[in-house]
């Protein structure tokens, strides 16, 4: 501000002195204020009439075009830049194209509209979406028909834990449902969930797996048999054999539009050697874990460790671990005993160890 006020010591104008006593130099001719006669004429009935100022303009230079976008062009370009959700956008809109009188006001409602958009978004995201019936009975369908395929590698939600594992009852229903039509989803599933969205995504994946749980538990049900008792569930005999088992399992578990016939279930009884081996062994783990009140893992999740081992293990190790697992199963159950007449202490499972040291002997034929 001095500088502006004092100007600049060192600018070479103002080194000049000022009220000098020197005669001033003589102004050259041309240079000289014009004579009368040389001054534009003035019509005095328009005396404030604009003068002729043409000789101002130096050098004939040309004046800047100013460009003009509109109102529109210019929403246009933000919403092109921003994104915008429809809702946003048409506030956006309104207090855009208001007039400058209005501006205040439009700023107030607008304001109050984006508050109430956003509360409404804290809404949705708290309250779960509640999976209608059509979709329930979906997954209790499609589960209770993976829970008759002995070629199931894993029962539990948490297949992950031994790798994805594409045949686990948890991906082989996600899959069926990912198979479903666009409108299918639409009708059943949530709406943040076909966007992707984490929090739709999570609330699925629980869902889901509770409905999974619930068809689990069915299967365990039929495998402890006479040997759970609770409020709603009595023991009314004997333990079932391997083979009463399976009848049971094959007449209960399959869904009411496609029960099976009783010659079918005599087939699966007889021939489906995998499906006896995983379910008399399902049924020593459940019975172990019933007993000794076990609560160190989960047992599906034992029993999704131990089919992982016999994947990966050779042909002779599979024949030594189903030998012992039908020899438990014989030792325990084909006697017709009820429940409480077997010792608790036989309730045991075939180890890994137990089948190493088994390698070692001979198999009977007739396995």
């Known amino acids: 501000m001095s500088d502006i006020i004092h100007g600049d010591s060192e600018d070479f104008s103002n080194q000049m002195q000022l009220g000098d006593d020197h005669a001033p130099t003589p102004t050259p001719p041309d240079q000289r204020s014009p004579s009368p ?5 003035i019509d005095p009935n328009n005396m404030f009439s604009p003068l002729n100022l043409a000789d101002a303009n130096m050098n004939n230079r040309l004046a800047p075009v100013e460009v003009v976008i509109t109102i529109d062009q210019l929403c246009t370009s933000l919403q092109s830049e921003l994104k915008l959700d429809p809702d946003h956008l048409k506030i956006a809109l309104s207090a855009s194209k208001c007039t400058p009188e209005a501006r205040h006001a439009s700023i107030i409602f607008s304001n109050a509209a984006f508050h109430q958009l956003s509360m409404k978004s804290l809404d949705v995201g708290s309250t779960p979406h509640v999976f209608d019936d059509r979709f329930r009975d979906f997954v209790r369908v499609h589960a209770r028909m993976y829970l008759l395929d002995p070629t199931l590698e894993a029962y539990s939600n948490n297949p992950l834990r031994n790798g994805a594992l594409p ?3 948890y991906f082989l229903t996600l899959d069926a449902i990912d198979q479903q039509s666009d409108e299918w989803k639409e009708d059943h599933l949530a709406p943040g969930q076909l966007n992707d969205d984490p929090v739709a995504l999570d609330a699925y994946r629980e869902a889901l797996g509770e409905l999974l749980k619930h068809q689990r538990s069915n299967l365990r049900t039929l495998l402890l048999a006479n040997i759970l008792e609770t409020q709603r569930i009595s023991i009314k ?3 079932p054999n391997r083979q009463e088992l399976l009848t ?3 007449q209960e578990l399959p869904p009411r539009n496609n029960k099976m016939t009783t010659v079918k279930i005599q087939a699966q009884v007889t021939q489906n050697w995998a499906m006896r081996l995983q379910m008399c062994y399902a049924r020593l783990v459940m019975v172990h874990y019933y007993v000794h009140k076990s609560r160190k893992t989960s047992q599906w999740l034992e029993i999704d460790e131990r ?5 990966t293990s050779s042909r002779e190790f599979q024949k030594h671990h189903a030998h012992l697992v039908f020899q438990k199963d014989q030792e325990l159950f084909s006697k017709k005993l009820n429940f409480s007449d077997i010792p608790k202490e036989n309730f ?3 180890t890994l160890d137990a089948v190493r040291i088994s390698l070692a002997s ?5 396995l």
């Open 37 to 41: 006669d040389h001054m534009n004429d």
């Open 167 to 169: 045949r686990s009852l």
């Open 237 to 239: 005999g004997s333990v």
């Open 248 to 250: 049971s399992i094959y």
């Open 307 to 311: 089919l992982a081992t016999l994947r």
């Open 348 to 350: 045991t499972v075939p």
């Open 362 to 366: 001979p198999l009977p034929l007739n």
